[in-house]
Every structure is written in C-alpha cells, then in structure tokens.
C-alpha cells in the first residue's frame, strides 16, 4: 500500500520560510508527477507546484518567485522550499503523487498526503 506523508509545517512569523516535505511509501516502481497543492481557510483548493519525474517544474505564476519545488526520485521524496512567506501563505498543504505505477502493475494510480498545516503570522 502506498502512503504519502508530509511533514514540516508550522507556525512562522511573515517573511520566514518553510521547507515541507512528501515522503511516498511504499512498493512502488515510478511516480510521474509530484506536487502541492493548497487550501487556504474558507477557500478552493489551489495548485501551488508540480515536478515531473525528469524534473520539469510548473508553477502558480503568483509564487514562483518565493516557492521552490524539488525532488529526490532515488527516495520518492518532494520538497517545498518557502521564503519570504505571507499571512495568505496559511494553508494545509498537501502532496500528491500522479502517474505511480506499482512492480508488475500496467495501471496507474493517484494518491494524496494528509496534508500539512502552514501557518503565518503577521
């Protein structure tokens, strides 16, 4: 069974950072595309980023100057590197795992963390 769990969210005083990250457990032969996304209280879920398997990122335009998104395919592992962070930054955030394809499997799956909460101060 695969599992996403986040970790690194908190409490952080505006223009502090953050670095989350999305660990998939599991047995697990290639994931696609990893990713945030985000909601804000009372708000849609949002894309915050994604990042393919060869590395190509996208981002929500509004963030792609504060927000870093990385990743480590050799531990099934995405990062969110977030700087110079914004009262409208508090969300949970959580990760996603698109594209996985398990050992001796010809579907593909999708699979979501908890989510983490991030939230800052002004």
């Known amino acids: 069974q695969v599992q996403l769990v986040e970790s690194g969210g908190g409490l952080v005083q505006a223009g502090g950072s953050l670095r989350l990250s999305c660990a998939a457990s599991?047995?697990?032969?290639?994931?696609?595309?990893m990713g945030w996304y985000r909601r804000a209280p009372g708000k849609q879920r949002d894309l915050v980023a994604t990042?393919?398997?060869?590395?190509?990122?996208n981002y929500v335009d509004s963030r792609k100057d504060r927000f870093t998104i990385s990743r480590d395919n050799s531990k099934n592992t995405v990062y969110l590197e977030m700087k110079s962070l914004e009262p409208e930054d508090t969300a949970v955030y959580s990760c996603?795992?698109?594209?996985?394809?398990?050992?001796?499997?010809?579907?593909?799956?999708?699979?979501w963390g908890q989510g983490t909460q991030v939230t800052v101060s002004s």
């Open positions: 599991g047995d697990i032969f290639w994931i696609r595309t």
């Open positions: 990042i393919a398997s060869d590395g190509s990122t």
């Open positions: 996603y795992a698109d594209g996985v394809v398990l050992p001796g499997s010809d579907a593909v799956y999708t699979y």
